[in-house]
C-alpha cells in the first residue's frame, strides 16, 4: 500500500484532473475522475435526514453498471440550498457530461463546503474545458482539489490478484478530520481497474466502509454530504467477479485495508487535532459492543480533552464506555473490564491499577495514542479512531462565519 | 418559585447542614439532608453501567417507605474504586445512621468528585458531630456543600396546595454544568413535607426528570454517580396521595418546574459556559422525535462552537437535528423544517431565508439563547437545554489532572 502510488500503478482505463474553478476562495477546487469504459459502482452516503442533490443523485445511481464520471466541487456543500441547489446539481451533472461526450446520468456528482448556498455551477462549467484538457492517469492532482480544510491530502493504493492478473485500486479521501457541514465533511472516491458486478461492488463496500469510515469520529456530527463511492471499470482484464465468488474476499481485504488507511488520515488531520487516538475495544460479547464502545470512547468530549492535555483519565475512558454500552443495553459488568493507556494497565477488574502518571502522560504526547479497554465477556474485537479536541477546534469553529 | 427560600418556606419536618470535612480541597464539602420522620423516597439514577456504590444503594433502596436521610459528599466519587469503594459506602451510611441515632438503611448516599479513589470516609466522621450540630431549617449551607466545579449554588423551591394544605417542595442541584465522572456530576435532592406514597413519589419523579435533567448536555458525557432523589415525609399534614389520584397532577407540574429551573442553571454554569442555549422542537410528528431533535442540537459541538462565536450558523442546526431524527428511524423531511434563531427566521421548507447576520449575531451575545426548529409533520414539542463550547471548556478539561 503506497500513500503516492505512480503514474504507472494507478488502474487502468482511468484519467484524472483537479483545477481550479473559483467555488471556493483559493486553489484547486474541481476534481474530475473518468473511466474511458462503462463501470460498476456501489456508494455509501450520509444517514442524515438532510441531503444534498449529490447524495440523492448518487443513491440514485448505485447500484449501476454504467458510470463513467465522478465530478467533485470544494467549497460550496450545494445542500439545503432549496430548488436553486437541486437545479445546480442537475446542471452539473449535465455539463460535465457534455464536456466528456458521455451520458449525464453516467456522471456522478460530489460536492462538499458551505451549506445553504446553490452551487455557482457556471464558475465550474467555465472552468471544464481546461478540467477535460489535463485529463491524466496520475490522481494526484484530483486528490488535492477535493479538499477543504484539510490540511494535505489522503490517497492510497493497493494492487489485488485475481488468478494471476494484477488489478489496481487507488482511493482518494477528504475531511478536514471534521465530520461536519459547514467546510468540510467525508468524502472518499475509489477507482479501480477490478471488474465487478454492481452487486459485487455494493457487497464489498460496505463491510469496508462500516470497519473504516463508520468508526472514526472527530465531533460527532455527520453532514449533508458524506459519501464514500466504488466504481470498478474491469480495464486490467481480470475476471469479472459478482457476489458469492471466494476471490471476492481479496478485494474485500484489500480495499478494507485501503479505507481504514484514508480513515486514519482523516481523524489524524482532524481540525485542531494533534493526536491519532486509536481505541481498541476486545473482550466483547458482540462486534456491536465492541463498535458501540470502542466509538464511545473515541467520541468522547472528554477522554478527548484528557489526550489534550496528556492526562493518563482513566476514569473518562471508563465511564464513556459504561454510556454506550448501556444505551445498547449491554449487560457489560465494569467488575470484569481491563483498561490499558498506551499500553500501561491502569484499571483492572473493577478497580484501579497503581502506574507510573508521569510515564503515561509522556507516552501520551506520541502522535499516534492507544487505548486499550477489554470487556471479559467473549470474543468480539473493534477498533475506532478519533483526535484530540484542542483550543484550535473551537477556535476553527467559533470563529469560521458563516 | 423562589431561588432563595427563606427558612419559614422550607419544607417542615426537615433539617440541613453542609461542613467542611476535608474530603474536598477546599470548602464545605459534606452535607446532610434529615428528616424528622420517615419518608416516602424515589429515585433516577444514571443508566451508566459504571455506578458508584451510592448509586446501587439508591436503586435498592427507593420506591421506599422509611427514609430519614441523605448524606453528600463533594469531592470524591467514591467511582470504579472497587471493595475499597464499596466499603466506604457502607461506613459511611453507618456513620451518618448512629450520628443520627437511625437505621444506616434509612440513609441514602451520595458521593461526587474524582473517580478511581476510595472515600476516605474517616474525615467525613470526624466532621459528622460538627454537622449534626449545624443542622437547622436553611437548606442553604447544604445547598453550598454539594458543589464542585460549580461557580454557584442552585436551589430552587415551590408551594403546593393540596385540599387548603400548603406542602413546600426544596430542590438543591449541582452540575459544574457538567455531566461528566472526574471533578463533577449532576446530581439534584428534592425534600417535600407533602405526603405522598412511594409508588406516588416514584410516579412523579420519573416525568419530571425526564423533561428536566435528560433535557440537559453540557457534553454528552454521563457519569457514575448521576442521581436525583425525591423524599416526602409528610411533615405538612396534607392529605396522603397516592398513583391516580387527581391531586397528583398539580404536584407533578410543581415539581417539574422546579427541576427544570435547576436544569437550566446547571446547563448555564456548564464547565466553561457563557451562553444557555435553549433548543425547542416543535411540529414533530411524536414527542420521542421532538426530544430527539431538541437533544441532538443541544449537545452538538459545531451548534455549540457557533454560539460561543455569535455565528448564526443555521446548517449545523439543520445537520444535527437530521442526523438524530435519522438515528432513530425518523421519515422527518427537511423541505417542511423552519429554523429561527433568537427568534429570526433563517431557514424554511427546505431552502435559507434572507435575514441579517450582523442583527442575529448581535443578538446571540445574549447569556440566554433560542434556537427554534419547526418540523412541520405533527403537534408534538420539546425543549432542550445546552451550553456553548468555550476555549475554557477545553482547559478546565485538559488541564485538570488525574
Known amino acids: 500500500m503506497n500513500d503516492a502510488p505512480t503514474p504507472s500503478e494507478s488502474p487502468r482505463g482511468w484519467r484524472y484532473a483537479g483545477v481550479r474553478s473559483g467555488v471556493r476562495s483559493e486553489g484547486r477546487d474541481t476534481a474530475l475522475l473518468v473511466s474511458d469504459r462503462p463501470c460498476a459502482a456501489a456508494a ?17 445511481a448505485t447500484p ?3 458510470l463513467r464520471a465522478i465530478v467533485v466541487v470544494s ?3 450545494n445542500a439545503l440550498a432549496g430548488a436553486p441547489g437541486k437545479a445546480a ?39 471544464l474545458p481546461s478540467a477535460v484538457a489535463a485529463l491524466a492517469s496520475d490522481p494526484e492532482a484530483a486528490a488535492g482539489a477535493i479538499l477543504t480544510t484539510d490540511t494535505r491530502p489522503k490517497s492510497a493504493s493497493a494492487t489485488v490478484d485475481v488468478d494471476g492478473v494484477a488489478a489496481r485500486l487507488h482511493v482518494m479521501g477528504k475531511g478536514a478530520g471534521m465530520i461536519h457541514p ?5 468524502l472518499a472516491f475509489v477507482t479501480t481497474d477490478l471488474a465487478l458486478t454492481p452487486a459485487a461492488a455494493d457487497r464489498v463496500l460496505g463491510p469496508a466502509v462500516s470497519r473504516s469510515f463508520n468508526r472514526i469520529s472527530v465531533d460527532g456530527d455527520t453532514s449533508c454530504n458524506d459519501m464514500v463511492m466504488l466504481l470498478a471499470n474491469g480495464a486490467s482484464g481480470a475476471p469479472l467477479l459478482d457476489v458469492g465468488d471466494p476471490r471476492l474476499e481479496a478485494v474485500e481485504v484489500a480495499l478494507t485495508g485501503l479505507l481504514i488507511d484514508i480513515a486514519k488520515k482523516i481523524a489524524a488531520d482532524g481540525e485542531g ?13 458482540s462486534e456491536a459492543e465492541a463498535h458501540a464502545a470502542a466509538r464511545g470512547v473515541a467520541r468522547s468530549n472528554l477522554v478527548k480533552a484528557a489526550v489534550f492535555g496528556s492526562d493518563p483519565n482513566w476514569g473518562r475512558i471508563a465511564v464513556a464506555a459504561g ?3 448501556a444505551e445498547l443495553g449491554s449487560a457489560a459488568n465494569p467488575d470484569r473490564w481491563r483498561i490499558a493507556i498506551c499500553g500501561v494497565p491502569v484499571f483492572a477488574l473493577g478497580a484501579p491499577v497503581p502506574f507510573s502518571a508521569p510515564e503515561v502522560s509522556a507516552a ?20 475506532a479512531w478519533g483526535c484530540d479536541l484542542s483550543y484550535d477546534y473551537v477556535r476553527i469553529n467559533a470563529e469560521y462565519h458563516t
Open 44 to 60: 455509501r452516503v450520509t444517514t442524515n435526514l438532510a441531503k444534498a442533490p449529490c447524495v440523492h443523485r448518487a443513491r440514485a
Open 273 to 285: 487535532a494533534s493526536h491519532l487516538i486509536a481505541v481498541t475495544v476486545t473482550g466483547a460479547g
Open 89 to 127: 446539481d442537475d446542471a452539473l451533472a449535465a455539463s460535465v457530461g457534455a464536456a466528456l461526450g458521455v451520458d449525464p446520468r453516467t456522471v456522478l456528482t460530489a460536492t462538499t463546503g458551505i451549506v445553504g448556498v446553490p452551487l455557482p455551477v457556471s464558475r465550474v462549467e467555465a472552468a
Open 64 to 66: 449501476g453498471d454504467d
Open 75 to 77: 467549497g460550496c456543500a
Open 364 to 383: 501520551l504526547k506520541a502522535p499516534e495514542v492507544g487505548i486499550a479497554l477489554d470487556l471479559g465477556d467473549g470474543a468480539a474485537a473493534a477498533t
Open 182 to 186: 459547514n467546510m468540510a465533511t467525508m
Open 323 to 325: 454510556q454506550h454500552l
